[in-house]
């Protein structure tokens, strides 16, 4: 594998090496982060409605939502490095053929 910097895989325009590895760690916090905002934001939208029952339920279906939303940022980024790592696995077997 051919370990640049980041400047130079930004404008590689042979796409030798990727940048996408790096910022998976990244835009996952930021999404857990959103997330978080997010069902928080379900729990006071319940309060404007219903009240404290309203925050009561927001608080489930806010968390409920947030379980569901993590689920599927995480399968996404799963996919994502699995798909990175099999590229780096077929580059390797193949530099060992040559």
Partial sequence: MNEKGFFA??????FISFITPTF????YGIGMAVIGVAALG????????????GVIFGLFGGLAAALLWTIALRIGAE???????AWENTERLLADRD
Wanted: proline share 0%; net charge negative; glycine share 6%.
């Fill in 24 to 27: 998976i760690k990244i835009l």
């Fill in 9 to 14: 895989t930004l404008y590689d325009f042979e």
């Fill in 79 to 85: 996919v994502a490095i699995v798909a990175f790592k």
């Fill in 42 to 53: 379900i729990a006071f939208a319940g309060y404007e409605t219903a009240g404290i029952w």
